[in-house]
């Protein structure tokens, strides 16, 4: 059995990468969580958080500080501080940061089925979040960001208003 955990977020590891947003995770690579995905990501202004996807279990999304744009099946929806989105299985979606600076974003997830669907949308496109072909492989819809790893960076938790 799982032992119980308690962490600060501004203790959880961070890290970045040139083209999608700062992650926050608490989970232990040797211990991941084996039914429900949480971390916070930090967008800048105009950056996505990952590509534009569904997946057939539910997320749910809290925005925790600034503001983002939703892109949900293909149309933008503003978000901004303690919006919540509730993202059931099966909706296509990705976040791009927006406003005059970083939004924070609080997600979780079912990993109760591990896979995603990737496809090409031209409002996601505007903001390099969307594959230029269609797939459900994961290492070919992040073929050309994987190029670039990801690196440790500085929590920047609590972030300054």
């Given at each position: 059995?799982a032992?119980?955990?308690?962490?600060?977020i501004?203790?959880w590891?961070?890290?970045?990468?040139?083209?999608?947003?700062m992650?926050?995770?608490?989970?232990?690579d040797?211990?991941?969580w084996?039914?429900?995905?949480?971390?916070?990501?930090?967008?800048?202004?105009?950056?996505?958080?990952?590509?534009y996807?569904?997946?057939?279990?539910?997320?749910?999304?809290?925005?925790l500080?600034?503001?983002?744009i939703?892109?949900?099946?293909?149309?933008?929806?503003?978000?901004?501080r303690?919006?919540?989105f509730?993202?059931?299985?099966g909706?296509?979606?990705?976040?791009?940061?927006?406003g005059?600076?970083p939004?924070a974003?609080?997600?979780?997830?079912s990993?109760r089925v591990d896979?995603?669907?990737?496809?090409?949308?031209?409002?996601a496109?505007?903001?390099?979040a969307s594959?230029?072909?269609?797939?459900?492989?994961?290492a070919?819809?992040?073929?050309?960001?994987r190029?670039?790893p990801?690196?440790?960076?500085?929590?920047p938790?609590p972030?300054?208003?």
């Open positions: 059995m032992e119980p955990l308690f962490l600060n501004a203790d590891p961070a890290q970045v990468h040139p083209r999608r947003a992650q926050l995770d608490p989970e232990d040797a211990a991941p084996p039914d429900t995905g949480v971390n916070v990501q930090v967008l800048q202004p105009g950056q996505p958080n990952c590509r996807h569904s997946e057939p279990v539910q997320e749910d999304f809290l925005v500080y600034g503001e983002c939703a892109i949900v099946e293909g149309e933008e929806h503003r978000l901004g303690w919006d919540f509730h993202c059931p299985a909706v296509e979606h990705v976040f791009v940061g927006a005059e600076g939004c974003i609080l997600m979780i997830g990993r896979a995603a669907h990737y496809p090409v949308n031209e409002t496109a505007k903001y390099d594959v230029a072909e269609e797939t459900d492989d994961p070919e819809a992040y073929a050309d960001w190029q670039e990801w690196q440790p960076a500085a929590n938790w972030l300054a208003d």
